[in-house]
Structures are given as C-alpha cells and as structure tokens.
C-alpha cells in the first residue's frame, strides 16, 4: 500500500489563496479567516519548506520566483480537485438510489426503466434489494417501495400509495387438468416460500375457502424461485398479481382462480428534506407507470 502523504493542506491552501488575490486581507476574506491566519500560515509554510515564498515589506508583499513556482502548481492542483469534486457531485446528483422490495423490482420497476432513460436521459436509477423500514436518515435512499398492510409512518417522509396489493394461486398451463379446481388442488405439491410461510393460509382467508390437503410441499428460499418453479411445472404458489401479470399474459403461468385483494399496498415513500432533483420526475413517471398496470382477473367461483 503507497505510504500517505502528509502535506500542510490548510498551509497551502492559506498560501494559494493568498498568490492569487495578491494581498492577506483579501485571501483571509476567502477563507473566512484573519488576516493574521492567513500570515501565520505562510510563515509556517515556509519554514516547512525552508525557502522564503514572499519577499517585501508585511502591507506590500510579493511572492519570489519560488513562491511563484510553488503558486503555479497548486493553483493547477486546486482547479482539479475543483473539477472532480465537481463531477463527483453532479454524479450523485444525476444518480437516483431507490430502495425496493425484490420482486416487484425484478418483475416490474427494472423492466419499466428503459422509459424513465428515455424520457429523463440525465438522470440514473439504481435499484438496491431491500425489506426493511425506512429510514433515510441512516440509509443512502432517495426513494423507497415496500409492501405493507398499513400506510407507512416514516418520520420526514411522505407516502404514496402505488397500487393494491392483489394475490392468487398460479401454475403452469401444464398442470391445467388438475388444477382448475379447488379440489383438483389435492393432486398437486404446494409451493411455498421461507420469507413468507403464511401465504397460503392467507390466501385461502381472503378467498374465504378451505384448503385441501396438498400432495405434497416444496419450499423456496424467495417468491421468485418459488414463481420459477410454478413456471417449470413444480406444483402451484401463491403471488401477488403485479408480480405476474406479464407472465399470464404470456402464456407462461395461468391463475384459474383469479386473484383477491389483500389488506396491504405497494407505497412509495419520499423524503421531504432535500431531496434530489430527479426526484420529482422520477416519482410522477412511477405513479404514471403504475396507473397503467393492468387489473387482475377477479376472484372466481372456485369449484369443490
């Protein structure tokens, strides 16, 4: 590892300040200083560096060829640093840091990210996988979605409901025959995921219905490995609508039994302090995004 450079930086910082306005006063004025700060820096930059940097008397000071020398380059150096430090900021300002609930992130925010690109070319959204509650004071958020049954309380933030939360029973088109009725629901594996082990049992609340007994169980670590093995003819899960309806409306999954609405929202929630600029673009675009999804097919008469 390269050993750390210990340079005087609020010496030289003094002594620049100072090469460019050509008087203490005025570098002291910059720097928010005294002028006897900005002196007692020089002086000490000197005797650091062991060559005089200014010659004259205190009220008409000149820099020497060394000075001058040493003037050049961290006025060089300064503007650089200005200039990435510049770029860094602007960087973090174009870049929107969005915290959100890792399947609606993989099924529906990330494949709708092209337009946002689209229509606001200047601004960058990274997504980050979270469950959590909100906290924007200790995360590095700009914006968070969560899935909860009561509107989020977030000290500093406001909420914005972006749809309702809808879950159902899906499988594959390949298991149609055994499971296009409750009962038909005996013949096949129940899937479940680890993260949210009561679905079914909500589910089957909601429905108001009865589960039979299930041929047998398979458990995933996550809803969408649990989604994949519905799709590869596994058994049959219980999701949430937004996650699937792109794969419904492809073929690749059916919900014989549509879908019934559940206590809890899909929320947006924002910072109130200083938030982004982007910020506000990228929320219209995501509620207009949102307003857009398309209804679930309702809850049917499920058959004994």
């Not at 200014?54 to 060394?66: F, Y």
């Not at 958020?141 to 159902?168: C, K, P, Q």
């Not at 938030?275 to 398309?294: I, V």
């Amino acid at each position: 590892m390269p050993k750390r450079r210990h340079l005087p930086l609020t010496a030289l910082r003094a002594f620049e300040a100072f090469a460019r306005h050509g008087r203490m006063s005025l570098a002291a004025d910059e720097l928010c200083v005294t002028h006897g700060a900005v002196s007692r820096q020089v002086r000490g930059l000197e005797r650091l560096t062991g060559v005089r940097l200014t010659h004259g008397p205190r009220n008409n000071l000149k820099l020497t060829d060394a000075g001058a020398r040493l003037a050049g380059s961290l006025g060089t150096t300064f503007d650089a640093l200005e200039r990435s430090f510049i770029e860094v900021s602007a960087g973090a300002e174009r870049e929107i840091h969005v915290s959100c609930v890792g399947t609606l992130a993989m099924r529906w925010l990330i494949p709708r990210l092209s337009a946002f690109h689209a229509r606001y070319p200047a601004h960058a959204v990274r997504v980050t996988e979270a469950y959590s509650p909100v906290d924007f004071t200790r995360e590095p958020f700009d914006a968070a979605i969560r899935l909860a049954a009561d509107t989020a309380s977030v000290e500093g933030a406001t909420t914005m409901v972006l749809f309702d939360n809808f879950h159902g029973p899906v499988l594959s088109p390949g298991l149609r025959g055994a499971g296009l009725s409750l009962a038909g629901l005996r013949e096949l594996p129940r899937l479940h995921t680890r993260s949210h082990p009561q679905a079914w049992a909500e589910w089957a609340e909601h429905a108001g219905v009865i589960l039979p007994e299930a041929a047998g169980h398979r458990e995933y670590e996550h809803i969408f490995y649990t989604l994949e093995a519905a799709s590869a003819g596994l058994g049959v899960g219980i999701t949430p609508w937004i996650y699937v309806a792109g794969d419904i409306a492809a073929g690749r999954l059916i919900a014989p039994f549509g879908f019934v609405r559940t206590p809890a929202r899909f929320q947006l929630i924002l910072p109130d302090e200083t938030p982004k600029r982007g910020l506000a673009h990228f929320r219209d675009w995501l509620l207009e995004e949102a307003a857009t999804a398309p209804p679930p097919p309702q809850m049917a008469l499920v058959g004994a």
